[in-house]
């Protein structure tokens, strides 16, 4: 996608993550899924990226879930499980392919929780959130459980734009400039990496299949 819906944007939390299920209609069997994220992490620096393991979807805990209201059987159940959201496989070929791409060094892991935003947070969110999460950002994880919910595989990853500020003497404020300009100082790395891991992650689902065609032989 060139860009995607926001809740903050005024579109209902559905529609937000309609195209998700329009790409399941078109055969899309894999979703990667990017962002512009805050460091909740006291240990992540501007420029890191970060592998999602997990998320925390702040909406959907306050009753605002994408898959509120009547479901329809065909996409998926009712009560869907969520631990297992973000494909562990994938996260391991993607660890691999950033090793050999030299990202190590800006390679983290962790939580990403989804705020409605368009707010950055107050001190108190983030000394509350520090506890529980890694990034924080204002998409993905209503796609993310629309994505789970229908059968695709996702893998995902958080671009750190921004350290997010937990001190009251603080005199800097966070600011969609500063979120522009990381973005853009990483931009190149992202590219090749995401190239390399549509490559790998096919090269992976050719062995899958490999393997089962040899498991009914
Ligand atoms: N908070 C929420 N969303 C964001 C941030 C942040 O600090 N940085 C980039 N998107």
Request: glycine share 10%.
């Amino acid at each position: 996608m060139k860009g995607r819906f926001h809740p903050y944007e005024g579109y209902p939390m559905a529609k937000c993550a309609m195209p998700v299920r329009v790409m399941k209609l078109l055969g899309v069997k894999t979703l990667l899924v990017t962002n512009a994220a805050g460091g909740l992490n006291k240990g992540f620096n501007v420029g890191d990226i970060m592998i999602i393991k997990d998320q925390l979807n702040l909406a959907a805990f306050s009753g605002n879930s994408p898959l509120r209201g009547r479901n329809d059987e065909r996409w998926g159940p009712r009560f869907p499980p969520m631990n297992n959201a973000y494909n562990k496989d994938l996260i391991k070929v993607a660890k691999h392919c950033a090793q050999g791409l030299g990202l190590k060094p800006f390679l983290r892991e962790g939580v990403y929780v989804m705020t409605g935003g368009p707010t950055y947070e107050t001190i108190a969110e983030i000394r509350f959130l520090v506890n529980y999460g890694d990034a924080i950002g204002m998409s993905t994880a209503h796609e993310v459980t629309v994505a789970h919910h229908c059968g695709l595989r996702v893998f995902g990853l958080s671009l750190i734009t921004n350290q997010c500020i937990s001190d009251y003497e603080s005199k800097s404020a966070a600011n969609h400039e500063e979120v522009l300009e990381a973005a853009k100082g990483r931009a190149k790395d992202l590219e090749i990496f995401i190239e390399t891991l549509v490559e790998n992650f096919n090269k992976y689902d050719l062995f899958l299949q490999k393997s089962a065609k040899k498991s009914v032989k």
